[in-house]
T-cell receptor, first 116, second 111 residues
Framework: SQQGEEDPQALSIQEGENATMNCSYK?????LQWYRQNSGRGLVHLIL?????REKHSGRLRVTLDTSKKSSSLLITASRAADTASYFC????????????????FGKGTHLIIQP | KAGVTQTPRYLIKTRGQQVTLSCSPI?????VSWYQQTPGQGLQFLFE???????NKGNFPGRFSGRQFSNSRSEMNVSTLELGDSALYLC??????????FGPGTRLTVL
């Protein structure tokens, strides 16, 4: 079963507008990561937010995390054509708690299209 | 720092054959994870290696195996290939902060 679920599945906006994507998950987590993928290529790491953080910024990206609602959002401000991609949230599977890398569970992603 | 590299980038095999994929993590990263991405199932975790030991495993059959070498490079092997194994196979190396950085992937087509 999916741990993270992104919403909406697809989003089309005009260049310059802001894009917001949401992610919901089911179990307690210690961190959540967001990734971008262009046309079936490798995943690009965007941001990691820890469970004790509520908001994190990186350039035009803003990520929020609400552990009480088990949800996260990714905001891209002043969108550009190059932002057209699929965006995924990923949470640890929780199978390994030894402090190292845990396998990630991904949602189906949000496909973002920026219209010029 | 150079990113995660994967070889080969594309591979075509026939059913019943076996295949080995290779991954070199970011320098200094000791953890390597493998994922399979298909249109139907999305991204699924295969397994994770740290210091040559498999620490974590997803729900894949035993035909999928891997190993890690002392220099942290990792290989993934799929034996007795099936049509459903056609996918993009992604390797990720992890920082000590838990961030996973992905390579460009190997696109495997099974005919």
């Amino acid at each position: 079963s999916q741990q993270g679920e992104e919403d909406p599945q697809a989003l089309s906006i005009q260049e310059g507008e802001n894009a917001t994507m949401n992610c919901s998950y089911k179990t307690s987590i210690n961190n959540l990561q967001w990734y971008r993928q262009n046309s079936g290529r490798g995943l690009v790491h965007l941001i990691l937010i820890r469970s004790n953080e509520r908001e994190k910024h990186s350039g035009r990206l803003r990520v929020t995390l609400d552990t009480s609602k088990k949800s996260s959002s990714l905001l891209i401000t002043a969108s550009r054509a190059a932002d057209t991609a699929s965006y995924f949230c990923a949470t640890p599977t929780g199978r390994y708690s030894g402090g190292g890398a845990d396998g990630l569970t991904f949602g189906k992603g949000t496909h973002l299209i920026i219209q010029p | 720092k150079a990113g995660v590299t994967q070889t080969p980038r594309y591979l075509i095999k026939t059913r019943g054959q076996q295949v080995t994929l290779s991954c070199s993590p970011i320098s200094g990263h000791r953890s390597v994870s493998w994922y399979q991405q298909t249109p139907g199932q999305g991204l699924q975790f295969l397994f994770e290696y740290f210091s040559e030991t498999q620490r974590n495993k997803g729900n894949f059959p035993g035909r999928f195996s891997g190993r890690q070498f002392s220099n942290s490079r990792s290989e993934m092997n799929v034996s007795t290939l099936e049509l459903g194994d056609s996918a993009l196979y992604l390797c990720a190396s992890s920082s000590t902060l838990g961030e996973q950085f992905f390579g460009p992937g190997t696109r495997l087509t099974v005919l």
